[in-house]
């Protein structure tokens, strides 16, 4: 009866679970108990900490870390758990990029950091946001790797780099202001030339995602099982 949400997300951090997105929550919540937080009040919660957010977002940085921080204090039969609709997610059809797409649009590129990047997130299925977060030092040429941080997923991993991709990589100089590989600071930053890019190689107008969406396709048509994938 007394279980407040900051003493449950304590808990939730000392369990070793994942802590994304969760200052925001606790801010949200303050002294709230456990037992006024309804699926309702979730709900409305999500709302007011992503006003301009889609559902998915609402749903993958509010809905599921409070939902998770309240059931990881019912397995300890501290509170009744408790479930949420999520928000309704709209489906889009997306169009991947394919290695002919992206290397025309690198043959139509001005610098060699944007060629760089399509190409990159082609072979390694990084996100934009990702690969625009890599610096020289996450990159071992002679490993052929790179680090990776998985924003969506708040961990690492190491991706493999294929012999075009170092070669691009290698023609990018090295910028003493920038620390990124890719200069770019965010997807805004790169997303008009982008477009000019792709108009300039009169092809389609596709996304940066198209590209991660791409690296699965190619992978899928190559008969690697979708688990793995």
């Given at each position: 009866?007394?279980?407040?949400?900051?003493?449950?997300?304590?808990?939730?951090?000392?369990?070793?679970?994942?802590?994304?997105?969760?200052?925001?929550?606790?801010?949200?919540?303050?002294?709230?108990?456990?037992?006024d937080i309804t699926p309702g009040a979730i709900r409305s919660a999500a709302l007011a900490l992503y006003p301009l957010a889609s559902g998915a977002t609402r749903n993958r940085q509010a809905i599921v870390p409070m939902q998770a921080i309240i059931n990881h204090a019912a397995e300890s039969e501290l509170c009744p758990r408790i479930r949420v609709k999520r928000f309704k997610i709209e489906t889009k059809s997306k169009v991947p990029a394919t290695i002919e797409w992206v290397q025309a649009f690198m043959a139509h590129c001005k610098h060699p950091h944007?060629?760089?990047?399509?190409?990159?997130?082609?072979?390694?299925?990084?996100?934009?946001?990702?690969?625009?977060?890599?610096?020289?030092?996450?990159?071992?040429?002679?490993?052929?790797?790179?680090?990776?941080?998985?924003?969506?997923?708040?961990?690492?991993?190491?991706?493999?780099?294929?012999?075009?991709?170092?070669?691009?990589?290698?023609?990018?100089p090295r910028s003493n202001s920038r620390r990124g590989v890719f200069w770019y600071e965010t997807r805004n930053h790169c997303l008009m030339v982008w477009r000019r890019t792709t108009k300039r190689a009169k092809i389609a107008p596709l996304s940066f995602h198209s590209c991660r969406h791409g690296f699965a396709t190619a992978l899928l048509q190559a008969g690697i099982d979708p688990v793995t994938v």
């Open positions: 009866a007394a279980l407040t949400f900051p003493q449950a997300a304590i808990a939730y951090r000392a369990a070793g679970k994942p802590t994304r997105f969760l200052e925001r929550i606790e801010d949200c919540w303050q002294d709230t108990l456990v037992r944007l060629a760089g990047l399509a190409l990159f997130m082609f072979l390694t299925g990084a996100r934009v946001s990702e690969a625009l977060a890599v610096e020289w030092d996450d990159i071992d040429m002679r490993e052929k790797t790179v680090l990776i941080r998985q924003t969506k997923l708040g961990n690492e991993r190491r991706a493999h780099l294929p012999q075009s991709l170092i070669v691009a990589l290698a023609n990018i």
